[in-house]
């Protein structure tokens, strides 16, 4: 991992200066991802702009494997800004950092609107944190008003990330630190197949935020029940 930084960082500082989004980074992600074992399969057709991909979360993986993947952009909690390295490297990503504080989101959800204006990709984790792998938390609708006031053409992509079975092993739960997580998780001897399945959009059109949380929630649910990795209930 720390010869796909340094490999990619020179190529990186001279594609920042452009106005396009650095490839580097997409490709740091993927080596990273590798370097920890993750074999990524691509099921269904990521939309390639305007779109806000809506996903489960389990673990920190997750960024490693969608973000390679696909180049997006990702919304985070702003702690992670603070982070030696790993922030630097979110900004360079162009992160959205979201506060804890309910009387922020709405300038948040504004600031996601723009980036989504301006065409980005960016990836949203709604569950607001990491599961144990065999259930769905519940949907947090708040940033999701972003695209409901977002231009015409912007869709929702659900993304169900489906690691199968080892879902349980590598889930990053909150009484776990997160050393001894990447400790556990790095030190797995077998390699780590995870399955990006790419729904069909959602036109937001219409629809207010709730409505989009439970329709993006609804088909990740569906996907991982029909693929055997949780048993899914639709949230009353």
Sequence with gaps: ???AFVGNLPGHLVARRRPAASPHIRHFLTAAGRAFGLRVTIAGTPLPRDVLFVAN??????????GGATGTAFVSKDDVAGWPLVGWMAREAGT???????????GQADELGRALAAGRAVA??????????????????ALLAAVADAP????????AIDYGAAA????WTNNEGTIGNVRRVGGRADRLRVTLRF????????????AIAAAAREAIGRALSESGTIAYEAAP
């Design 1 to 3: 991992m720390a010869a």
């Design 57 to 66: 979360h389990v673990s920190w993986l997750d960024i490693l494997a969608l």
């Design 96 to 106: 959205i950092f979201i506060r804890r504080q309910r009387h922020a989101v709405r």
């Design 124 to 141: 949203l984790f709604p569950e607001g944190t990491t599961g144990r792998g065999d259930a769905l938390l519940p949907f947090r609708a």
């Design 152 to 159: 015409a053409g912007v869709r929702v992509q659900p993304v």
């Design 168 to 171: 349980r092993d590598i889930a």
């Design 199 to 210: 729904l069909p959009p959602i036109d937001p059109a219409g629809m207010d935020r709730k």
